[in-house]
């Protein structure tokens, strides 16, 4: 199975400097469920500190968002033309 990426903004706590970040989903979702705290990390200083209230709602929403286009893209179970049609007026 493929191992989804979420990638969203986050400020580095030293130097304020923006960058994206990468989580994998199914980690972002168990915390978000079991309200664990997020491990962050920011490159630039090498730093790793735990989410704080307003990045934990970000994230969310970033959460969110991955799951309603991966529901986008997912085929479709059934097909419209498949459906067997209702028979149509039968003659007398
Ligand atoms: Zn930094």
Redesign the pocket.
């Given at each position: 199975m493929r191992i989804q990426w979420m990638k969203f903004p986050v400020t580095?706590?030293?130097?304020?400097?923006e960058f994206l970040s990468a989580l994998r989903v199914a980690e972002v979702n168990a915390a978000l469920r079991s309200s664990k705290p997020l491990e962050l990390y920011?490159?630039?200083?090498d730093?790793r500190w735990s989410a704080a209230d307003h990045e934990v709602q970000q994230i969310r929403q970033y959460a969110h968002a991955v799951q309603f286009a991966a529901r986008q893209l997912a085929p479709p179970i059934a097909s419209l033309s498949d459906t067997t049609s209702f028979p149509s007026a039968i003659d007398p």
């Amino acid at each position: 199975m493929r191992i989804q990426w979420m990638k969203f903004p986050v400020t580095c706590p030293t130097c304020g400097q923006e960058f994206l970040s990468a989580l994998r989903v199914a980690e972002v979702n168990a915390a978000l469920r079991s309200s664990k705290p997020l491990e962050l990390y920011a490159s630039c200083h090498d730093q790793r500190w735990s989410a704080a209230d307003h990045e934990v709602q970000q994230i969310r929403q970033y959460a969110h968002a991955v799951q309603f286009a991966a529901r986008q893209l997912a085929p479709p179970i059934a097909s419209l033309s498949d459906t067997t049609s209702f028979p149509s007026a039968i003659d007398p």
